[in-house]
C-alpha cells in the first residue's frame, strides 16, 4: 500500500515536470503557438500594451497580435501601410487621397472637409485607456488615444454627443437620415436631430401638450388640420399621416404660383425695377416680375411704355391724314411720300433710312418686321427674335412673353421665359449624368450613389437613371408602385438636397 502511495506522488510529479517543460504556450487569444489548438480559457483582457506578452497589444481592452488593424491609423504611414478591412491586416497601398472619418486617417491626424490634416499634435500618449482624455470614447492602441470601436450608438453614450460611423464614435453628420445619425437622447426630424422630447409644462415645450396625460407632451401625429400645428416650424398637417410637418421643403410643395420654399416656409419673394429683367416690370402688389415694361427701354421701338397699364403700346399718331400715295412714318409722325431710292429716305431715330422698292416707302421698322400701312405700327414676324425672352403674337404682330409660347413648343421641348427651349431626352428609367439629361420633371439620381467609391476604384461604374420629381412633404409620385424619398445630396458637406425622387423598389 505505502508503495503504491508513493508511486502515485512521483508520477504526478513527473507529469508537472514535462507541463512545466512543455513547448506549448498558451496565447491570448485562446490558441496554441505552434498546433493551434484550442485553449477554452478564452481571451486575455488588458489594461495596457505591459499586460499582453511579446507580439501583442492592448486593443480595447484585449490583447490582440500587432499587425491586425481595423483603421488605417493601426498601421504604419511611413511604410505606405493600409488597413485592409476585409482581412484586418495592415498591406502596402495607396493611402486614401480623401477620407469620411478619422478611421481612413493614420495615427496624429484627423478627418476635415474630407481630408486627413494634422491633428494639431502628437495625439494623447498613453499606457492604458484611463490616460486618455476621453476614456469612456477612446481607447490606447500602440500608446495612442484613438477613437473606441462601437456596434451601435449606445455604444457611444456620454457627456459628449457621438454617433457609432464605421464602427468607432464619431460627431454626428450635419444633416441626419435616420436615427443612428443622432446621439443617444436625440432623434431626426426633417434632417436635423432634435432632443427627445419627454414632460412639459405648456405648449412652447413640445410641438402639442396633453396636460390630461400628466404632463406629458402628447403624439405630434394627433393634428386633424393646420390649426393643430402650434410649432411654427411645423404648420401643416399631413392628414394622411397626421404629423405636423414643415410648410416647404421645396419650391414644389408651395400651393401659391412663384412662391419659392426660404427657410422651409413658402414666401412671395419681392423685386424692384432694377431687379426684373429688360421687357418686366415689377408689381408691387405680389413682389412679381411681369411681362410689360418700367421704361421705353423694355419697348421694342418705335413702341413707348405706357405706365399706367405698364404695357409697350403705339398708335397711329399721322391720325389718318395721309393720302394713299402716303405713309405715316410713326417714328416722325408725318406723312412720308413714296421713294424710289435709299436717297430719299431720311434717316432718323430707329429708322434704317432704307427704301423698300416693292412698297416703294422709307422703312423705319427693325429688321424682320413689317409696317402695317393701315395703322403706322411696325409688326413683328415668325422670323423676329423678340428681346428678353418675348415671342411674337403672328395674329397681333407684337412681341408678347414671357409664360406662354406662341406656337405651343412641340414634345421635347418647355416653354421657359415665352421661348421653347430642348428638353433632355431622358425618360423615367433612362440612363443619365446629370439632371440636364431628363426630360422635364425629372431628376438624375447620380448623387445618391456612393461617388468616393468610384474614386477608389475604377471597377465602380453604377448605372444613374432619371425619376420623376416629387414633394416630399406630399408623398405622391405621378406613377404608381414608386415611393417618394429626399434621398440627393450635394457638396463636400453632404447637405440634403431639397428635391424628392420616386424611387422605384429595389
Keep these: 500500500m505505502i508503495l503504491r502511495i508513493w508511486l502515485s506522488v512521483l508520477c504526478a510529479a513527473f507529469w508537472l515536470v514535462l507541463s512545466g517543460c512543455s ?53 504604419d504611414k511611413a511604410r505606405n501601410e493600409v488597413c485592409n478591412r476585409g482581412n484586418g491586416k495592415c498591406e502596402i497601398g495607396s493611402p486614401p487621397t480623401q477620407c469620411s472619418s ?24 498613453c499606457q492604458q485607456d484611463s490616460d486618455c482624455p476621453d476614456p469612456e470614447h477612446q481607447a490606447c492602441r500602440n500608446n495612442r488615444c484613438v477613437p473606441k470601436s462601437c456596434a451601435t450608438r449606445e455604444d457611444c453614450a456620454g457627456a459628449t454627443c457621438l454617433v457609432c460611423k464605421n464602427s468607432e464614435c464619431t460627431a454626428p453628420p450635419p444633416v441626419c437620415q435616420g436615427i443612428n445619425d443622432c446621439c443617444v437622447g436625440f432623434h431626426c426630424n426633417f434632417g ?22 400628466a404632463n406629458q407632451c402628447s403624439d405630434q401625429s394627433a393634428c386633424q388640420n393646420d390649426n393643430d400645428c402650434l410649432d411654427t416650424a411645423y404648420p401643416r398637417c399631413n392628414t394622411d399621416t397626421g404629423a405636423c410637418q414643415p410648410e416647404c421643403i421645396s419650391d414644389i410643395d408651395c400651393k401659391l404660383p412663384g412662391q419659392k420654399c426660404v427657410n422651409s416656409h413658402c414666401v412671395t419673394p419681392g423685386c424692384t425695377p432694377a431687379s426684373c429683367q429688360q421687357g418686366q416690370w415689377c408689381d408691387a402688389s405680389d413682389g412679381q416680375c411681369k ?37 405715316c412714318d410713326t417714328v416722325s409722325c408725318t406723312c412720308a411720300d413714296s421713294c424710289v431710292t435709299n436717297v430719299g429716305c431720311v434717316l432718323v431715330p430707329c429708322s434704317t433710312g432704307v427704301c423698300d422698292s416693292n412698297l416703294k416707302k422709307c422703312l423705319v421698322c427693325p429688321d424682320t418686321y413689317q409696317c402695317d ?5 411696325c409688326r413683328c414676324t415668325a422670323q423676329t427674335v423678340c428681346p428678353n425672352g418675348m415671342t411674337c403674337n403672328t395674329t397681333t404682330g407684337q412681341c408678347e412673353g414671357g409664360s406662354t409660347c406662341n406656337p405651343p413648343c412641340q414634345s421635347g421641348y418647355t416653354c421657359v421665359n415665352g421661348q421653347c427651349v430642348p428638353n433632355g431626352t431622358g425618360q423615367d428609367g433612362d440612363p443619365c449624368m446629370t ?8 431628376l438624375c439620381n447620380s448623387s445618391i450613389f456612393c461617388i468616393i467609391c468610384m474614386m477608389f476604384s475604377q471597377d465602380f461604374n453604377p448605372d444613374f437613371a ?24 450635394y457638396g463636400s458637406s453632404g447637405a440634403l438636397d431639397p428635391k424628392g425622387m420616386c424611387q422605384a423598389p429595389f
Design 23 to 75: 513547448s506549448t504556450t498558451t496565447l491570448p487569444d485562446g490558441g496554441d503557438a505552434d498546433d493551434g489548438s484550442s485553449n477554452t480559457d478564452g481571451p486575455v483582457l488588458c489594461s495596457g500594451p505591459s499586460d499582453c506578452p511579446s507580439g501583442w497589444d492592448c486593443v480595447d481592452g484585449v490583447c490582440k497580435q500587432v499587425g491586425t488593424c481595423s483603421c488605417n491609423y493601426d498601421c
Design 102 to 125: 478619422d478611421c481612413d486617417c493614420y495615427a496624429n491626424e484627423t478627418c476635415s472637409g474630407s481630408t486627413c490634416v494634422p491633428s494639431g499634435g502628437d495625439q494623447q500618449t
Design 192 to 213: 436635423t436631430c432634435l432632443p427627445d422630447q419627454t414632460g412639459c409644462r405648456s405648449d412652447s415645450d413640445c410641438l402639442r401638450c396633453g396636460f390630461s396625460t
Design 291 to 327: 411681362p410689360g415694361c418700367d421704361e421705353n427701354a423694355d419697348c421694342v421701338p418705335p413702341q413707348t411704355c405706357n405706365y399706367s397699364t405698364h404695357q409697350c403700346g403705339q398708335t397711329d399718331c399721322c391720325g389718318g391724314a395721309c393720302s394713299p400715295e402716303q405713309y
Design 373 to 377: 400701312t393701315a395703322t403706322g405700327r
Design 435 to 442: 439632371d440636364a439629361d431628363c426630360s422635364a420633371g425629372l
Design 466 to 489: 432619371c425619376r420623376y420629381e416629387c414633394s416630399v412633404l406630399g408623398g405622391t409620385c405621378p406613377v404608381p408602385d414608386r415611393t417618394c424619398t429626399l434621398s440627393r445630396f
